[in-house]
Nanobody, 118 residues
Framework: VQLQAFGGGLVQAGGSLRLSCETT????????RGWYRRAPGKERELVAT???????NYADSVKGRFTISRDSAKNTLYLQMNDLKPEDTAVHYC?????????????WGQGTQVTVSS
């Protein structure tokens, strides 16, 4: 199983980007998929998650600006980011959390850099 994230780049404040995360291979018993990010000198933080039952959860800092979605047929997770701010600058990672019996496995993509200039 491999997760590959792409779509990052350099954008001016107020601009938009759409991140994609393609999953190759099959992951059963998915609990949730999501996006996380790590800014320089900071801890990794949750950006948005989408559960198997289509519940979404967003960090307060991105609510109203970012939208998480998926295309099950393409096995791809998306993050539409609008009205980007310099504080959104970070490496963004996609994640899939899946049950394995009573344990949880986490699968991570390689990260894609988002840089927002002021």
């Amino acid at each position: 199983v491999q997760l590959q994230a792409f779509g990052g780049g350099l954008v001016q404040a107020g601009g938009s980007l759409r991140l994609s995360c393609e999953t190759t291979g099959r992951i059963s018993a998915v609990n949730a998929r999501g996006w996380y990010r790590r800014a320089p000198g900071k801890e990794r933080e949750l950006v948005a998650t989408l559960t198997a039952s289509d519940r979404t959860n967003y960090a307060d800092s991105v609510k109203g600006r970012f939208t998480i979605s998926r295309d099950s047929a393409k096995n791809t997770l998306y993050l539409q980011m609008n009205d980007l701010k310099p504080e959104d600058t970070a490496v963004h990672y996609c994640n899939t959390e899946a049950w394995r019996g009573s344990n949880v496995d986490n699968y991570w993509g390689q990260g894609t850099q988002v840089t927002v200039s002021s």
